[in-house]
């Protein structure tokens, strides 16, 4: 799909998979249902349809996410209650913009529904909780995290911030909505406890990088951090021990410090993680998107030209990846269709219900089969 004009900052599937959009520059946001069953868009660029969508924002867009009230992954239910947004059951948009200011858009009329005024700054990175509660996380140029509650009309309920770090790039948050990774300047890769979300608190700041970090993503068990860094590496840490577990080279042979610590070739610009558990996508300004398997970390398992790009996501099936460029345009990539094994899907549902790390040690299993648990091998 290509749009003229200005650079593609942020793409965005909806929690269910039956929504696509991306900024595509000149204050323009762009919407299109997918065909799930068909792994593809329901509207083509030569004849668009009634249900596709485009959204004026006033401004340059800088990220997108999509809301509902229907949790992803279920991990416990919570009551919905709106008081004037007035769209029970029903998915929003949010989009960050040039100004610092959010806006929230109503999926089904195209309406500005809400505007959320705090931030200074461009609005890099936008998450809604995957647990239903339409608790939104907002990362600023600004170098603050604001938390929104969509469920009290939008207000904001805190501010975040670490020292030392003047700009957040991206925020993710963990499957069980209890933790968010938000990374940024100043090799800034920080982990937030929100249990309560009135009260987060700063849990640690991991170290390893040399260079800014602009992406960080959670797998789907919630086991693992991607994070992309200007220093020519995609890091894998276990998320509650915080050890790197691989590390993922854009340059070969890797770089020394200096030269990684500063200006270079290879910055990589944003990370994906599959919904396998298994690959990660990554882009770089090496012109490559490469897919890693997460066992393998000296050669990505793909590589695919893309020119200039920006920015990744998958969808919620792990079947499609969106690739954001500077000129506009989204490349939409195919997954290559896969049978994990049976030992990793079970390591998935384990991790799910013992999420954290050290947890795994007390297991009555042998010791083996909880180092496998910890993504050890």
Not at 15 to 36: E, M, Q, T
Not at 192 to 202: C, H, I, N, T
Request: charged residues 20%; contains cysteine.
């Amino acid at each position: 799909m290509r749009t003229p004009g200005c650079h593609t900052w942020s793409t965005a599937w909806s929690p269910d998979g039956s929504l696509f959009a991306w900024s595509c520059g000149h204050r323009i946001v762009k919407l299109i249902p997918w065909d799930k069953r068909k792994n593809r868009s329901q509207v083509l660029d030569t004849e668009l349809g009634e249900n596709y969508r485009s959204f004026d924002c006033g401004e340059i867009v800088w990220s997108l996410a999509f809301g509902s009230s229907s949790a992803e992954r279920k991990p416990f239910s919570i009551e919905i209650n709106f008081h004037h947004l007035h769209i029970i059951n029903d998915m929003i948009m949010a989009t960050g913009l040039t100004s610092g200011r959010i806006r929230i858009w109503d999926i089904k009329t195209g309406k500005l529904m809400s505007e959320l005024v705090d931030h200074t700054k461009e609005i890099l990175s936008l998450k809604f909780s995957p647990d239903g509660s339409l608790i939104l996380v907002s990362a600023s140029r600004d170098g603050s995290l604001k938390v929104w509650d969509m469920n009290d009309d939008g207000n904001m309920t805190k501010t975040l911030r670490c020292n030392g770090c003047s700009c957040f790039n991206s925020v993710a948050w963990s499957p069980n909505a209890k933790t968010i990774v938000a990374v940024g300047q100043n090799k800034t890769v920080a982990i937030f406890d929100m249990s309560d979300y009135k009260k987060p608190v700063l849990k640690n700041r991991l170290k390893g990088h040399h260079n800014n970090v602009l992406g960080c993503d959670f797998s789907p068990d919630g086991a693992l951090i991607a994070t992309a860094s200007y220093d020519t590496r995609v890091l894998l840490f276990d998320a509650f021990t915080y050890d790197v577990l691989k590390e993922f080279c854009h340059a070969y042979p890797p770089p020394r410090l200096i030269y990684a610590s500063g200006a270079n070739d290879n910055y990589v610009r944003g990370v994906s993680f599959s919904q396998d558990g298994i690959h990660v996508a990554t882009v770089c300004d090496d012109q490559y998107v490469r897919i890693w398997n997460i066992f393998d970390e000296f050669v990505p398992e793909k590589v695919f030209k893309v020119e200039n790009a920006l920015c990744c996501g998958y969808n919620a099936s792990g079947s499609v990846l969106a690739v954001g460029t500077k000129q506009g345009t989204v490349s939409l990539l195919a997954a290559a269709p896969t049978v994990e094994s049976l030992e990793h899907i079970c390591r998935l549902v384990v991790r799910r219900n013992v999420a954290n790390s050290s947890k795994v040690d007390f297991l009555q299993i042998p010791i083996k089969m909880k180092e496998f648990l910890k993504y050890h091998y």
